[in-house]
């Protein structure tokens, strides 16, 4: 399998990639809603380019290094999902605005207040709503139509819409749950923009949508936008919402077999340096990819120790090699710098993960 | 607090650091037992150097790129405590062992059987014990002692020693528990090689010790190298076990305060692609240096969304900053590229995370 990479490996399976961006552009362009992906999952140029090229309007960032990098990629509309405060960063938008449409998320007037002393045009932003993960923003209703005409009140910015993430519905148990979630956040949102608009502030995005609820949260009449991520790669995460199967699962961490220390023991040459601690002990967390009957155990740093059903006790000897399917694709594709792109069972070409690294 | 670093940054307090590394090589000499740190926690070379500088007899690697690096800045005693397998990987350490001497460790005949065939003088090897933690090997007493002796007939082997990782030392619920563990560690080896000798295989090296089993294990007589990691830095986890306080917690990551949604909600930025996902949920599992009333809530990958006691409300407003201390350091300083090294409270020094991405 792929003899030509030595392991531990990343592996991207371009024919997946591309059969998961179109069918979530062909999702987006059947509500009638834009596509913002976010480029976190990959931070690679090429996959925004092609995520742009299949009807994307622009590219989520949530790192002013990761959007430098787009930037340098040619990519000319960003959504910076991140309050960007202090004097070095505020410099480094300033420059980027200069050479792409720049749009930022925030939920204070103390951030706001950073934007608006940037100069020239004003600042566009989303201000983020608490849909339900308690992260950022205020409640919908009431708490956010007051905190957009404080935001709106602070010279240099304008405030063109509302944005949340709906985190909360990854702790669905099921598709109902699942669909209720991603509807209550796009309705909470327009039906807080209603509110603006009849208080004078007209809002005109409306921002929703992680993988999981993005299908769901597209069909609410009112939303303009949704930023799902991980959709281009998968992961068992997504397998376990329902939203992926094994087969759209694109991203992998090729591995071999390095020890069989008991009959039914395999321990694989890859662990949380690879693919990432999220996710750890949650069922099926660590998959591997056409091998239902192996069960993972546990990760240290380099090693993934799982563990054969019974009856099965002959297969995968050392030197034997499975593709690792992660918990959380983001996570790993962030430990590796390069990607190996597979395209008809073959590996075809070297993705380097450019925005790796950017952590500022 | 450091106004010239921009945030999220990887910060070392070098005086933290040079303590962690004398009183470890202090220990080590007081039981007569060899050090050999685990460089997987820094992937400096200038760390590792100055470990070997303290009394260091070499160090430990779990991939053959991190010993290329190590090789590169002149270490020349080497232990990669990982089976190499595989014609790419064999090839590369027949050409490590030409400019270090090169250890490793490994579990079966199989494994041995490659190394075998290296050519030059034979390959020293350790074979792994599985003392409880349920990864490599068998367990201590016959079943090991009959794999040593599968092992040793391999020829262009050596089998020079024993050696484990108890992991499962981890889990210890109170000083007492570890310390019972940690010498249980070192015992099951020590009678195991006197088992080997008894059938004529003669073992010189009984390596033992991760950090909170080191102190303990290395008192135990017969134990010959001890090969602790993570103390250079420490994280909660180390605190957890009792084995490290804030003082000695050496590597932080400094963020700022980029949201204030509620009174008593902080959200700081940094998340798992700064401080991983390792000991998600676990009690303490990432503290704020300093601030024993800021709780975190969640990690999600850019956020750290954490939580103030009731009469501290008025604390961190937007634009403070803050040293958050991950719960396991190694998984933490690989998603750097650069650290930031403190000495009298000031930033002295930039360090590269040389070894990081050396996924093979």
Redesign the interface.
């Known amino acids: 399998m792929y003899a030509e990479l030595?392991?531990?490996?990343l592996i991207i399976d371009l024919d997946a990639v591309r059969s998961n961006v179109t069918e979530m552009a062909k999702t987006a362009a059947r509500h009638g809603v834009g596509l913002r992906p976010h480029i976190?999952t990959h931070k690679m140029p090429e996959l925004a380019r092609m995520q742009v090229e299949a009807g994307a309007r622009g590219v989520t960032c949530?790192?002013l290094g990761e959007a430098e990098v787009m930037a340098d990629a040619g990519i000319g509309d960003i959504l910076l999902a991140?309050?960007i405060?202090?004097e070095?960063?505020l410099r480094r938008l300033a420059a980027l605005r200069e050479r792409a449409r720049v749009r930022v998320s925030?939920?204070?007037p103390?951030?706001a207040a950073g934007l608006g002393r940037l100069g020239g045009p004003p600042v566009e932003v989303l201000v983020e709503v608490?849909t339900g993960q308690?992260?950022?923003?205020?409640p919908p209703g009431r708490p956010t139509a007051d905190l957009v005409a404080e935001i709106a009140a602070v010279p240099g910015v304008t405030v063109v819409g509302l944005l949340t993430l709906a985190?909360h519905a990854y702790r669905s148990r099921d598709a109902a749950e699942l669909a209720a979630t991603a509807r209550r956040e796009g309705e909470d949102l327009v039906e807080t923009a209603a509110l603006c608009a009849r208080e004078g502030i007209a809002l005109r995005e409306i921002s929703v949508g992680c993988t999981p609820t993005a299908r769901y949260a597209a069909g609410v009449a009112g939303v303009t936008e949704i930023r799902p991520g991980t959709y281009i790669f998968n992961d068992t995460t997504m397998m376990r919402l329902g939203v992926a199967t094994e087969r759209t699962a694109a991203a992998r961490v090729l591995s071999?077999v390095?020890?069989?220390?008991?009959p039914d023991?395999v321990?694989f040459?890859a662990g949380?340096?690879?693919l990432?601690?999220?996710?750890?002990g949650s069922p099926g967390w660590i998959r591997a990819a056409g091998l239902p009957h192996l069960h993972l155990?546990f990760l240290?740093?380099?090693?993934a120790?799982a563990r054969l059903e019974p009856g099965h006790e002959d297969e995968l000897?050392?030197?034997a090699r499975a593709q690792l399917i992660p918990s959380?694709a983001?996570?790993a594709v962030?430990?590796?710098?390069v990607a190996h792109g597979v395209e008809g069972g073959r590996v075809a070409t070297e993705l380097r993960v450019a925005a790796r690294?950017a952590?500022?």
């Open positions: 030595d392991t531990p490996a976190k949530a790192k991140f309050p405060w202090g070095p960063k925030l939920d204070s103390d951030v608490d308690h992260r950022l923003g205020r985190g071999t390095i020890a069989r220390p008991t023991r321990v040459d949380t340096k690879c990432a601690a999220d996710g750890t155990d240290n740093e380099e090693h120790v000897p050392v030197g959380h983001c996570a962030n430990l590796f710098d690294g952590v500022r």
